[in-house]
């Protein structure tokens, strides 16, 4: 009986080796599978094992390239130069011909929103200060270049860079505010610029109980209010167009 159980305990302890031999030897070909693409032929074959996909960062800022805008005002055809006048006077560009409303709009104005896409000094001074003026001294002739202007506005909200996204906003905003005309003719375009709106909308720097003095520089409440002023002077579908692209916006006319 002693010999059936030591031989017994023997074939046990065997066993146990053998098991973890065996582990093992299998964790050592876990470890020599080849790996290969993902959503390939070679996926399906036998001791492979499927590259994971890299991860996106959705707020990466895109690289910019030079631009049209920057292009003809470095060979003087931009009719419009930097003023180094005291910041007390509010002139900071000075341009080159008498009156505003002379020139052909359906020509410049492109230009100068190409120019919004721009990062680097003292490009993006230029074009964002030239639009405003352009804005201010004659507004009806906003509504017939807008087709043309709904490109560079996208490419300037593509590039996802907050100082450029935020600009582009106020001035979209201005262009609502000098012909309301303007907001009702955006409405078809909503597809084509909501969609970024919609993403850096919660972008706002959480705080918990510290006070941001410098609103100006959130980029939530920028789009919040390029939102409201679409939906106040966009007409009765704006706020559908609104909803369709952006669905947690809650109109600020109803409520």
């Not at 876990?30 to 693409?37: E, M």
């Not at 920028?222 to 007409?235: A, F, K």
Request: aromatic fraction near 12%.
């Amino acid at each position: 009986m002693m010999r059936n159980h030591t031989c017994q305990a023997a074939n046990v302890s065997a066993n146990i080796t053998y098991n973890d031999d065996f582990i093992q030897k299998f964790h050592k070909k876990l470890q020599k599978k080849r790996i290969v693409a993902p959503f390939s032929v070679s996926a399906y074959q036998k001791n492979t094992q499927v590259f994971p996909p890299s991860k996106i960062n959705v707020y990466q800022e895109k690289m910019v390239y030079t631009s049209r805008f920057r292009m003809l005002f470095l060979r003087g055809d931009i009719p419009c130069v930097r003023s180094y006048c005291k910041k007390e006077e509010g002139h900071f560009i000075s341009w080159k011909v008498t009156s505003l409303k002379d020139l052909d709009y359906s020509h410049y104005l492109p230009i100068f929103f190409d120019g919004l896409c721009e990062a680097a000094f003292p490009y993006n001074f230029i074009a964002r200060y030239a639009i405003h003026d352009l804005l201010n001294a004659a507004s009806d002739k906003i509504l017939p270049v807008i087709p043309k202007l709904i490109i560079p506005i996208r490419n300037a909200l593509n590039t996802k860079n907050c100082d450029i996204i935020m600009a582009t906003l106020r001035i979209i905003q201005h262009m609502c505010i000098c012909d309301p005309c303007v907001a009702e003719a955006l409405v078809p375009f909503y597809r084509q610029l909501l969609p970024m709106f919609n993403l850096f909308r919660d972008c706002n720097p959480k705080l918990f109980d510290g006070i941001d003095y410098s609103r100006a520089g959130r980029v939530g409440d920028v789009i919040d209010e390029t939102l409201s002023v679409l939906e106040v002077y966009g007409g009765p579908d704006a706020f559908i167009n609104i909803k369709y692209c952006i669905p947690t916006y809650e109109s600020c006319l109803n409520n």
